[in-house]
């Protein structure tokens, strides 16, 4: 069962290889609860299931907008015969033509880089956002996350970016940097939410580590030296802080990788998944999630890069405020942020190798 605190549930999954929660459901369901409008914008879409419920949910009525990464629309190299299906990704290219026979409206990026963003904005009241893709592997083959706010606050943020992707004006396209969106403070828990690359999630995530009086849990997909978190990690892990690491071992491995500053200072630091067969063996670990103190989780879509910051288009979102005094509010964040962590351990002693 996903942890629930009122207003914001978190997933962690997927069960199929052994995390807490079914990742394909929460998606379904929350498109399926639509009355009014979905806003969708997300890296790739090749899940029947998932399509199916967009398109259902035009046929209820409820208004439809989808944007997605034009390069798994695209063929790589050109077919010696277009006009017969074939080719990568040629399962997001037929759930794509579906959607578009049921007269919904699909803009492709214009972002030369990558369009990154996992975020579903619902009615005006809800977003759910995240690492997953809506892709086969990213429901059940990769450890992935899913937040849900209901609040209209947030999900006016998320529309007010979702409006603007939908017009180009993001990535290098941007005809202008847009102020931080606002704290809002939902259930009693702080939510804090950034865009790459107007917001410099980054820096961002650099102060909250900067806070940390006590550890720093994190489980990332990508992590190169070109950020100035793995700077920020060594910092923090030379005063005294206790800093622990899962990073996927395909990307780790690359000589971009931070992987090799953070060993040598020290750092506790595990390849996922670890090697030869196992049970529940992930495909990738595909979090970006950090929890800071027990108390605060950084989640979304932004990998720890150089290009994640400055040239791909991200969200994230902060839940939890380290500086608050209130204790019922830290009581809360602490629930949520042991949900994250509980999975974190379960990847590290289930999945993980130490180097």
Sequence with gaps: MPKKIDNIELYMGPDSIGGKDNLLNPIVDFIKEAKKRLFIAVQELDHAPIAEAIIRAKQRKVQVKLVLEADYLIAKKALAQPFLPGGPHEPNRILHDAILRSKIKVNSDFNPKIFHQKFIVRDGESVLTGSTNFTKTGVRKNLNHIIIVHNKEIANI??????????????????????????????????????????????????????????????????????????????????????????????????????????????????????????????????????????????????????????????????????????????????????????????????????
């Design 158 to 355: 998320y529309s007010k970016e979702f409006r603007e992707i939908q017009q180009g004006h993001f990535g290098k396209l941007n005809e202008g940097h847009d102020p931080r969106p606002k704290e809002i403070d939902v259930s009693n828990i702080r939510i804090k939410t950034l865009f790459a690359p107007d917001h410099n999630p980054e820096m961002e995530i650099m102060k909250q580590i900067a806070k940390a009086k006590s550890r720093v849990d994190f489980a990332i997909f990508t992590f190169s030296k070109s950020s100035g978190i793995d700077d920020q990690l060594i910092l923090s892990h030379n005063a005294g802080i206790d800093i622990r690491g899962a990073m996927f071992r395909s990307q780790a491995n690359q000589k971009w990788s931070a992987l090799g500053p953070l060993k040598n200072a020290g750092i506790k630091l595990f390849l996922v998944p670890k090697k030869g067969q196992f049970p529940n063996k992930p495909k990738k670990l595909h979090h970006k999630l950090m929890v800071i103190d027990q108390q605060l989780i950084i989640a979304g879509s932004f990998n720890y890069t150089g290009p994640a910051n400055t040239t791909n288009d991200e969200n994230i979102m902060i839940i939890g405020d380290l500086d608050s005094s209130d204790q019922d509010s830290i009581k809360s964040q602490k629930k949520l942020a042991k949900y994250a962590l509980d999975e974190i351990d379960r990847i590290i002693t289930d999945c993980g190798e130490q180097v």
